[in-house]
T-cell receptor
Framework: KQEVTQIPAALSVPEGENLVLNCSFT??????LQWFRQDPGKGLTSLLL?????REQTSGRLNASLDKSSGRSTLYIAASQPGDSATYLC??????????FGTGTRLTVIP | GAVVSQHPSWVICKSGTSVKIECRSL??????MFWYRQFPKQSLMLMAT?????????EQGVEKDKFLINHASLTLSTLTVTSAHPEDSSFYIC???????????FGPGTRLTVL
């Protein structure tokens, strides 16, 4: 069964810093990988989706990379802002078309 | 982007009662809907997958008689938690996917508290 792990579980950074969130998965046979943002008590907002054939996707200050063979993905956030504070989840789409979610990284950007 | 709504956003009920949560796709036809459960500080766990007009497929360990799922139309799926107990208290999130599209769109979630 696919297992998705995110490190670190929590991260606090001062405003303006660049940061990297990590995601690893055990089964490299994936269709795509997606990064989500979840604010406390809220649903999920999709940030970036990387197809299995792609190596990275960019949206504004966010850049996500995918190394399928090693089972890793990173989410890079440039020039962090307090509004970036949230929990970031990665999820991989497997053979049964289901999404397997990681446990998330809780990010706090300190003004 | 596509919008998925859930109702209610939160509900408090007494132990033993049943609670129904609705999930609607507002601007697209959702051939497949998913129900997830999220306990505090944990990630989302898939409970079941439903295709319009057919029975839901439940994940291992999820009781189908306790969590009744109905996907009667292309825009509506319901999850009914029957005879709710305090351990059923959780955040329930639905998502929807249209046709063969890759993207799942997530609802805002429903906070269930069972007293």
């Amino acid at each position: 069964k696919q297992e998705v792990t995110q490190i670190p579980a929590a991260l606090s950074v001062p405003e303006g810093e660049n940061l990297v969130l990590n995601c690893s998965f055990t089964d490299s046979a994936i269709y795509n990988l997606q990064w989500f943002r979840q604010d406390p008590g809220k649903g999920l907002t999709s940030l970036l989706l990387i197809q299995s054939s792609q190596r990275e996707q960019t949206s504004g200050r966010l850049n996500a990379s995918l190394d399928k063979s090693s089972g890793r993905s990173t989410l890079y956030i440039a020039a962090s802002q307090p509004g970036d504070s949230a929990t970031y989840l990665c999820a991989v789409k497997g053979g049964a078309n289901n999404l397997f979610f990681g446990t998330g990284t809780r990010l706090t950007v300190i003004p | 982007g596509a919008v998925v709504s859930q109702h209610p956003s939160w509900v408090i009920c007494k132990s033993g009662t049943s609670v129904k949560i609705e999930c609607r796709s507002l601007d697209f036809q959702a051939t497949t809907m998913f129900w997830y459960r999220q306990f505090p500080k944990q990630s989302l766990m898939l409970m079941a997958t439903s295709n319009e007009g057919s029975k839901a497929t439940y994940e291992q360990g999820v009781e189908k008689d306790k969590f009744l799922i109905n996907h009667a139309s292309l825009t509506l799926s319901t999850l009914t938690v029957t005879s709710a107990h305090p351990e059923d208290s959780s955040f329930y999130i639905c998502s929807a996917r249209g046709g063969s599209a890759d993207t799942q769109y997530f609802g805002p979630g429903t906070r269930l508290t069972v007293l």
